[in-house]
């Protein structure tokens, strides 16, 4: 079952997010990145699978021989599961993030014209 992705500012922002904690948290669970980010698990789930559909990340399942996270008391797992940033999804990090600095930097310049009109 395909899932349909628009896009739109929330789901760009969405992207970055996630991208960003993957990128520096491969092997962390749902649950986890879910609570990082301020997102329900549902959220998270259904936005993880679209960014499989295309193509921007792989799903690793490691099972209990091969298990990396093995002490993780506070999430013990039957398997592990590692989310890795495929090179179009490294691609779109990228992207993504000049996008959200050029936003930055408008919004900067902005309010630096704002403070400027407010002092004279």
Same mark, same amino acid.
């Not at 749902?30 to 699978?49: P, T």
């Not at 959200?100 to 900067?108: P, R, W």
């Given at each position: &079952? ?15 997010? +996630?991208?960003?904690? +993957?990128? *520096? %948290?491969?092997?962390? %669970?749902?649950?986890? @990145? ?14 993880? =699978?679209? &960014? =499989?559909?295309?193509?921007? +990340? *792989?799903?690793? $399942?490691? /099972?209990?021989? *091969?298990?990396? #996270? !093995? #002490?993780?008391?506070? *999430?013990? =797992? $039957?398997?592990? !599961?590692? /989310? ?5 999804? +490294? %691609?779109?990090? =990228?992207? @993504?993030?000049?996008?959200? &600095? $050029? $936003?930055? &930097?408008?919004? /900067?310049?902005? @309010? ?6 407010? !002092?004279?």
């Amino acid at each position: &079952m395909s899932i349909k992705y628009r896009k739109n500012k929330d789901i760009n922002s969405n992207e970055f997010e +996630i991208l960003r904690k +993957i990128n *520096n %948290s491969p092997e962390a %669970s749902q649950r986890k @990145l879910a609570k990082q980010l301020g997102y329900s698990l549902g959220k998270l789930n259904y936005c993880l =699978k679209a &960014m =499989k559909d295309r193509g921007l +990340i *792989n799903i690793l $399942k490691l /099972y209990p021989k *091969n298990i990396r #996270n !093995i #002490n993780d008391t506070e *999430n013990p =797992k $039957k398997f592990g !599961i590692f /989310y890795l940033l495929t090179p179009k999804g +490294i %691609s779109e990090k =990228k992207k @993504l993030t000049l996008h959200f &600095m $050029k $936003k930055k &930097m408008q919004e /900067y310049d902005e @309010l630096k014209k704002e403070a400027e009109v407010e !002092i004279e």
